[in-house]
């Protein structure tokens, strides 16, 4: 059978792909390696899927801006809404993050899945794509028990995190193949590792604070990516959503041999001044004989031993002006970025310069792409699966708009 459209994944742009090109065409067909649809969606958002976010603009994207607008002109997240509505998720909104109302990724899946098979669209799975070729305008994909064919061919194989839930890597060199140019993938939305397991003892801990990424510049002032919120501190190193939005600019720094630094400004409502006028307050008021104890009650337990690791004479103002300085500005180099398996995304991908805003491919006529597979990579809260819904509606709508008749 020669179908209208074949989409390669059946994640979240694959599935949205196959929804949009259904409004047009019957013939689509989707094949995946794995035996289920949208496993990262299920995974997404701690189970819970956190699908979009209501501040939408390409600020909260890296990647090429005016192709990330040019998508989010054409799908955003009202459309995203709409379209989840009128096929079952309700939104439930906190703080501008997007979820289902049930709060089971599970049943975004389920609902996409049922809009696709009771569209008279076709989920394969367990059919792991080996090779493309194109021969007189029709694609033919070899899978890994067969070939199938069709006049359009979206590929929405994601990004290389996780494994396990999705792609491998070996679909980058198919494209590659193709013609198409690679931007390097780097782990994006992961944890960062220290030097030395330095927070071991402080494993588990979680605080707010502010942080500084400093990257060395040769020949050039340091560049520097700030953020803030919560940061968990583990046996390795540091996470948690402030440390993941900065760790694609460690990702590409450490991948170029440069040195990254953290710095953690542990109590962010103070100036430096104000915290040292604070702390000889609470040295003269408290009857305490250690910077440990003086802490306690301002800071973590944990952590005020931690910080309290010189074991300075309280009673010395320098010694606390040092501590104010060390509070506000404690400084981690960071050796690494936590594994493949633990980054949310993919930075990296196809380069977009050669992918025109319907989603085709520039180089090979009737080819699509849709989702993390390209080089955008966005921020925590929704942007990533905005990303996926936004280029799997435009690469569908677009694969099914044909000069030649299909049906
Ligand atoms: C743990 C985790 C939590 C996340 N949380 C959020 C969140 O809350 N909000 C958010 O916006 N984003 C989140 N993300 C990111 C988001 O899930 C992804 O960006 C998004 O799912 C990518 O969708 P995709 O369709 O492009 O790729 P994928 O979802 O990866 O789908 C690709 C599909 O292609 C298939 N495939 C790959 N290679 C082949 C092949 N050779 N042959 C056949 N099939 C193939 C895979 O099996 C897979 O089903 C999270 C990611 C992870 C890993």
Redesign the pocket.
Known sequence: MLYDVII???????LMAAISALNTSKHVLI????QK?????S???NGK???TNMVMGEEYYNGESSFVSSVLKQFNEKDTIELFRKIGIYPKIKNNYVYPYSEQAASVVACLVSKVVYGGGIIKFD????DIKKEEDIFYIK?SSGEYASYRLII????V??SQ????G??LDIIEGMGHHIVKPLKGLVGLICKKNVFRNVSGVRVNANIALEIASVNKKPIKVKNSGEVIFNESGISGIPIMQISRYASKALDEGRKVKVYIDFIPELEEEELYALLKERRNNMNVVSIYELLIGLINNKLAGFLDREKLDINNDKNLLHMAKYIKRFAIPITQTNGWDNA??MAGGIDTSEIDSDMQSKIVEGLYF????MDVD?TC????????WST?FIAGKNAVKMERGLD
């Open positions: 390669i994944g059946s994640g979240a742009a694959g094949l995946d390696k794995n649809a949208g496993r990262k969606i995974a997404s958002g899927c956190n699908f059919e792991y794509v080996t899978t929405a194989t994601g990004g995190s996780y839930l999705g792609a491998d070996a679909m949310q995304v849709a989702g993390e597979i966005g809260g929704g942007y990533n699966l905005q990303w996926a799997g």
